[in-house]
């Protein structure tokens, strides 16, 4: 058989076929051009943003937001390191402590004042009351001692200023 003859005998249903398969690529091309349609407007609305402004636009500035936070953030991170490493250095642990040195005096008028950083460095101030009058002495603490000779009050001051913090140490 050839081609030529099996043409002409299903001519009529080769026919028909491509009708049905044009037809149902019509449909096709149809459905795909509608939901294209809806795509688009749904886009277009999209891109059209908040308040009629550009999606773009309106991502950007996002961005530039996040971008200056970013910034914000890391001036305040160094700000924050810079503070607490001036912080160790400052006054954090006082003890004072009153006391008579001399029996036949009055009331607890003398005292000593621990005033230490993180460290433990810093100044006792020894304030001593008699009746012909006072004086202040101040002596340098080094990691929780001095080179000069304290009295027992003094030592009796820098202990309550460690003390006193480290209960506030272990609850951080």
């Given at each position: 058989?050839?081609?030529?003859?099996?043409?002409?005998?299903?001519?009529?249903?080769?026919?028909?076929?491509?009708?049905?398969?044009?037809?149902?690529?019509?449909i096709i091309v149809i459905v795909y051009s509608i939901k294209t349609r809806k795509i688009m407007k749904k886009y277009?609305?999209?891109?059209?943003?908040?308040?009629n402004k550009n999606l773009e636009a309106l991502l950007m500035h996002h961005l530039d937001c996040v971008k200056n936070n970013t910034v914000k953030i890391q001036n305040l991170e160094d700000k924050y390191q810079f503070l607490a490493e001036e912080l160790r250095s400052c006054v954090q642990r006082v003890g004072v402590i009153r006391y008579n040195p001399f029996e036949q005096m009055g009331s607890d008028l003398s005292f000593s004042v621990a005033l230490l950083d993180?460290?433990?460095n810093g100044v006792v101030l020894t304030g001593l009351f008699t009746r012909s009058g006072s004086s202040i002495y101040a002596k340098p603490i080094q990691n929780g001692t001095s080179n000069y000779p304290l009295s027992q009050e003094e030592m009796e001051a820098i202990n309550r200023?460690?003390?006193q913090n480290i209960s506030s140490d272990k609850a951080e």
């Amino acid at each position: 058989m050839d081609l030529y003859v099996i043409s002409k005998e299903y001519s009529y249903l080769i026919t028909a076929i491509s009708a049905i398969l044009s037809i149902l690529a019509f449909i096709i091309v149809i459905v795909y051009s509608i939901k294209t349609r809806k795509i688009m407007k749904k886009y277009k609305r999209l891109m059209r943003g908040m308040d009629n402004k550009n999606l773009e636009a309106l991502l950007m500035h996002h961005l530039d937001c996040v971008k200056n936070n970013t910034v914000k953030i890391q001036n305040l991170e160094d700000k924050y390191q810079f503070l607490a490493e001036e912080l160790r250095s400052c006054v954090q642990r006082v003890g004072v402590i009153r006391y008579n040195p001399f029996e036949q005096m009055g009331s607890d008028l003398s005292f000593s004042v621990a005033l230490l950083d993180k460290n433990n460095n810093g100044v006792v101030l020894t304030g001593l009351f008699t009746r012909s009058g006072s004086s202040i002495y101040a002596k340098p603490i080094q990691n929780g001692t001095s080179n000069y000779p304290l009295s027992q009050e003094e030592m009796e001051a820098i202990n309550r200023a460690i003390n006193q913090n480290i209960s506030s140490d272990k609850a951080e």
